[in-house]
């Protein structure tokens, strides 16, 4: 009964439904065939994008734009901005003072920056303070992006590689490391040491005496220490065929290091560069002038001592007369004597004072965390001990470059402190001389662009337990810190990445693998490992925030002696 009733009201229906269906039909063709035209030929042509917005960005304040935001919470640049940017996202617009800023926190962006659209952020700002120190911007890393720029950098990467009639720096490191152990580590003084190297030309080989029996196990402060051998070894490698004498040397370093302590300050010049006014109100920059005006004083003697010394050689016709970096310099500016832009004194002092600076103080901080990371794990501490006193036990080489090459843990613990503790987290600035779009983001000309490879090195959408140090995670994978996996750029990418990487990768092994070497280590006052403090402080670097103090206790190997 219900289906024919069904049944005949279906047919009584099936006119109406039919109209309707036809109406549907009508209005769906018709929406269908206006969007086709609002598309195709209504659309705007293709040359003509959607406009590019500004990255995303939390809310500035008039004058002082996101200033307030970086000052809330007491976390450092690196932590806040990384907070930031879980809000805001991996390409972040902030605005510091006057000074328009993009901070890019994750691989994928940093890939679009530094590889795809790399020579559009080639260049540097130049930040007054930098100005002051480097001349202008004479040196290497603040130079303007062009011809300049790349003559210097050739300095880096034939000057430091030791290619060229440089001589290669390693026996200068490896010599000057070995006196250091001596002279801060096991307090033996220099006496014992003989260098091979001296007499007949090979690689330096060391022999070093037993250290002295029952002596105390006294910390040392192995923060200061480390600093005192970045200074001998750039005094070797900068300053060392100069006629200064060793308090001259020591005034020189004291002196740079203050100056590395004000650039790494605040200042609000720096917020508003284009205010005169600011400057003369502030005396801006007063104590980083004196202080340059003095190193500059000492490193127009070095350069002037190098230059007697050649032309002296020139007349006694000494073709074997051993060159450093200065001499470098020199030969580079006597080449281009009679170009259009000849190179200057001042050229040459820029260089010296960048690669004092940007390549003293992070290598220094890599072994800083490293050591206190394998402090604070102990299966770590052994494993790489054994590793590096099997290499070299009885074979009558101490801890050289072919030897610490082979040493996979150690590069290991290297690449995940670099990971873990990038020493300069924010990397250093770049900036675009033009306007950019990428990925649908527009990047003003003269924007500030940072990259915080520390928070890439902690991203938890690429590494598995991004809190741990855990060195073997890298085991497996091909993953390096050399600018190709851009989840791990504690040297940056592109053109502009650190030119003295490989320098200071090697000095950090050959640091390390001498200080695992030939001592044990512990803690002082019974500290137990996870109490060891590991805040950070951020400078010029990301270093310890306390210097790291510890016990070295003398590792008896039964042949220590070279053969
Ligand atoms: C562990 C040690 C080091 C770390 C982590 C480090 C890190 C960096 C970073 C992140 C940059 C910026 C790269 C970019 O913009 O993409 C840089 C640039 C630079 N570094 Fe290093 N660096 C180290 C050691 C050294 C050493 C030993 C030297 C020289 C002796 C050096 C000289 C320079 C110079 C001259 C630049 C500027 C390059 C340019 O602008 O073309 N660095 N470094």
Not at 377 to 383: N, V
Not at 494 to 506: L, N, Q, S, V
Request: proline fraction near 7%; glycine fraction near 6%; aromatic fraction near 8%.
């Amino acid at each position: 009964m219900d289906n024919i009733l069904l049944e005949v009201g279906a047919q009584q229906l099936a006119p109406w439904l039919t109209m309707i269906s036809s109406a549907i039909f009508i209005a769906a063709t018709s929406v269908f065939l206006v969007s086709i035209w609002t598309c195709v030929v209504k659309r705007p042509p293709s040359s003509s994008p959607p406009a590019a917005r500004l990255p995303p960005g939390p809310w500035a304040l008039p004058l002082v734009g996101n200033l307030h935001q970086m000052a809330l919470g007491s976390s450092l640049p690196h932590r806040r901005l990384r907070d930031l940017a879980r809000q805001y996202g991996p390409v972040m617009r902030l605005r510091f003072g006057e000074v328009p800023i993009v901070v890019v926190s994750s691989a994928e962006w940093a890939k679009l920056f530094l590889q795809a659209h790399d020579a559009s952020f080639a260049a540097r700002p130049l930040l007054p303070a930098a100005s002051i120190v480097f001349y202008g911007g004479r040196d290497i890393a603040f130079a303007a992006y062009g011809e300049y720029w790349r003559k210097m950098r050739k300095v880096c990467d034939v000057g430091l590689l030791g290619t060229g009639r440089v001589k290669s720096l390693y026996p200068v490191m490896e010599q000057e490391v070995c006196k250091w152990i001596h002279a801060s580590i096991s307090r033996t003084d220099n006496a014992g040491i003989s260098s091979k190297s001296d007499e007949s030309g090979d690689p330096a080989l060391y022999s070093l005496p037993p250290p002295p029996a029952g002596a105390d196990h006294e910390p040392i402060n192995l923060s200061r220490s480390l600093f005192d051998l970045g200074c001998s070894i750039n005094s070797r490698l900068v300053l060392g065929m100069s006629s200064l004498g060793q308090e001259e040397v020591g005034v020189f370093f004291s002196l740079a290091g203050q100056l590395m302590k004000a650039m790494g300050g605040f200042d609000l010049v720096d917020l508003f560069p284009s205010s005169e006014l600011l400057r003369r109100i502030t005396g801006a920059h007063g104590e980083l002038k004196k202080l340059h005006a003095a190193l500059d004083a000492i490193l127009e003697t070095v350069i002037n001592d190098h230059v007697t010394k050649r032309s002296a050689a020139k007349n006694i016709d000494d073709e074997e007369e051993e060159e450093d970096l200065v001499d470098f310099l020199l030969n580079l500016k006597e080449n281009n004597e009679h170009r259009q832009s000849p190179i200057t004194n001042s050229d040459i002092k820029a260089v010296i004072l960048d690669l004092l600076m940007a390549g003293t103080s992070p290598w220094i901080a890599v072994v800083e965390w490293a050591m206190s990371e394998l402090m604070k794990h102990p299966r770590m501490m052994e494993k790489a001990q054994k590793e590096v006193r099997h290499r070299f036990d009885g074979q009558g080489e101490i801890v050289d470059e072919a030897g610490i090459n082979e040493l996979q843990y150690l590069e290991l613990v290297l690449t995940e402190t670099l990971r873990f503790h990038s020493p300069g987290p924010l990397n250093l600035p770049r900036e675009n001389q033009e306007t950019v779009v990428i990925n649908g983001y527009q990047i003003p000309a003269k924007t500030k662009v940072i990259f915080n490879s520390w928070a890439m090195g902690r991203d938890p959408d690429h590494w598995t337990n991004p809190e741990c140090f855990d060195p073997e995670r890298f085991l497996h994978t091909s993953t390096d810190y050399k600018g190709h996996h851009f989840d791990l750029i504690p040297f940056g990418a592109g053109r502009r990445i650190c030119p003295g990487m490989h320098f200071g990768t090697t000095i950090v092994k050959l640091v390390l693998a001498n200080l695992l070497y030939r001592f044990d280590w512990e803690l002082p006052n019974q500290m137990k490992p996870p109490d060891l403090d590991m805040s950070e402080r951020l400078g010029l670097d990301l270093r310890r925030k306390n210097d790291l103090v510890l016990v070295p206790i003398p590792y008896h190997h039964e042949s220590i002696e070279v053969a």
